[in-house]
């Protein structure tokens, strides 16, 4: 038998992919599964740990006044002079702080009511024998100067002796000058009554031995101490400086005694009034 052979048609049409749903945007529910992830994903991609500065820096302003105080510091070292500062104190009056830097690095500062809460003036000096505590006569006690040696002349004044009065023009230009000891430095106004370049200094360590007072410090061009305001007062220079002798003095032979502390000594015991066996 012979097949039969349909007629030719139209071709036929080819057959169309299912259309497919219109894409919804993500509703709240579906950010709130993906967020997550995306915020998980991204933080892996950061560092476990940022590095963190080690110290912030220093202004320039501050920095510039820190070598500037520095030079000047650096300059009242090596300046030897005769010179007399009025110390300006709360409570107490004026007095006259004369300091002494000699051409052979020794030096000597006298000090009025240095000693004995107030009562007693007091030297002290430097030289190549050591340090030394001088009692000075004063009207309050008339006794002849004399010293004690307290110990080799780069020895520290014990606290219980220490006015501090003379640490601005000794070891304290020593922490001025030196880079690494825990001070911030800025431009400061001069006290009432002085000149010079003047400087705030403050220190940045927690220590309770801070290696100065802060304060305010002020010198002149060719480093002349011209002012200092601290905790112990203020000292202004008062007229022009002398020329420094080739070493200094003490102010009276070295004895073997107990040097004067700064506190007000005790009062004496009253004498009894009450008779006695031998009064009987």
Known sequence: MHAHLRPAGPPAKPLRAPARPARRLA??????????????????????????????PVPAGMDAARDELAALAAAAQDRHLVASYTLRAAGSPDRTILVTSANDGSWRVDVPGG?????????????????FQCALPSVTRPEPAACVRLGDRDAAVPRRLDPRVQHPFTDWLAVLTDRRAPLAVSPAQPPPGASGACYSV???????????????????????????????????????????????????????????????????PEPSTEPTTETL
Request: proline residues 13%; negative net charge.
């Open 27 to 56: 509703g709240p529910l579906t950010l709130a599964l993906v967020l997550p992830a995306l915020l998980v994903a991204c933080a892996a991609d950061q560092p476990a740990t940022r590095p963190t500065p080690t110290s912030a």
């Open 202 to 268: 403050e220190t940045t360590s927690a220590s309770i031995n801070a290696p100065l007072d802060v304060g305010i410090y002020c010198y002149g061009p060719d480093g002349t101490p011209t002012a200092v305001r601290t905790a112990f007062g203020t000292l202004i220079l008062a007229g022009t400086p002398a020329p420094a002798p080739a070493t200094v003095q003490l102010a009276g032979p070295v004895v073997d005694a107990e040097p004067l502390g700064t506190a007000t000594p005790e009062p004496a």
């Open 115 to 131: 000693a004995l809460g107030g009562s007693a003036d007091v030297s002290f000096a430097a030289t190549a024998d050591g340090l």
